[in-house]
């Protein structure tokens, strides 16, 4: 069973960073793309990068290319998203999740970790 936690949310400034991570268990990972999707306030789910299972593919979203950067570790079965440079959009609850469950909307999902960005 594929089973997702993400952590390392939380409040920062403008301008600030944080990085989250993916504990990955019940499956192979290091066979399994991983992306981090996010839900803002008031919106559906939105895709923000993808990294392959080896980890030498990495896609992101316009709007998060230059400012935040994947990367897995599959040693230890964790994926991150170090987040540089946010701004008050970048606010909204943040998702790994198995990239293959895309097509229906990423049921294969943590429960999330929020990153309020605020003065």
């Known amino acids: 069973e594929v089973q997702l936690a993400e952590s390392g949310g939380g409040l920062v400034q403008p301008g600030g960073s944080l990085t989250l991570s993916c504990q990955a268990s019940?499956?192979?990972?290091?066979?399994?793309?991983i992306s981090w999707i996010r839900q803002r306030p008031g919106s559906g789910l939105e895709w923000v990068s993808t990294?392959?299972?080896?980890?030498?593919?990495?896609y992101y979203v316009d709007s998060a290319k230059g400012r935040f950067t994947i990367s897995r570790d599959n040693s230890q079965n964790i994926a991150y998203l170090q987040m540089d440079d946010l701004s008050t959009e970048d606010t909204a609850i943040y998702f790994c999740?198995?990239?293959?469950?895309?097509?229906?909307?990423?049921?294969?999902r943590g429960q999330g970790t929020p990153v309020t960005v605020s003065s």
């Open positions: 999740a198995t990239s293959r469950s895309a097509a229906i909307g990423w049921p294969e």
């Open positions: 990294i392959n299972g080896a980890g030498e593919d990495k």
């Open positions: 019940g499956f192979t990972f290091n066979t399994f793309a």
